[in-house]
């Protein structure tokens, strides 16, 4: 059974950093795409970042280009996605996920929440 296990989520001020990880099981992780999304209250889900599994193919949402980055250790079935300048607008949960047709994944979620 695919799942997943989030953490890494906090409470932090504008402009500050987080880094949120996320452990896969259940399924070959090398083997595939591994995405981040993210649903803030009200607001439908929204993908943020996701980083291919050959190569370094990765894409963002446009609102976290140059402030996020998204990685993978292969080794450890582990996914990353590293927050910098962090904005209110990023608060949300934060899930990774995975497509394994024809179902895509979700795991349970972090919190992010970012207030003065």
């Known amino acids: 059974q695919v799942s997943f296990v989030e953490s890494g989520g906090a409470v932090v001020q504008p402009g500050g950093s987080l880094r949120l990880s996320c452990v896969a099981s259940?399924?070959?992780?090398?083997?595939?795409?591994i995405s981040w999304y993210r649903q803030a209250p009200g607001k439908e889900r929204e993908l943020v970042a996701s980083?291919?599994?050959?190569?370094?193919?990765?894409r963002y949402h446009n609102s976290v280009k140059g402030r996020f980055t998204i990685s993978r250790d292969n080794s450890r079935n582990t996914a990353y996605l590293q927050m910098n300048s962090l904005e209110p607008e990023d608060t949300a949960d934060y899930s990774c996920?995975?497509?394994?047709?024809?179902?895509?994944?979700w795991g349970q979620g972090t919190q992010v929440t970012v207030s003065p």
């Open positions: 996920s995975v497509l394994i047709p024809p179902a895509r994944v």
């Open positions: 259940g399924y070959s992780f090398r083997t595939y795409t």
């Open positions: 980083l291919a599994a050959i190569g370094s193919n990765s």
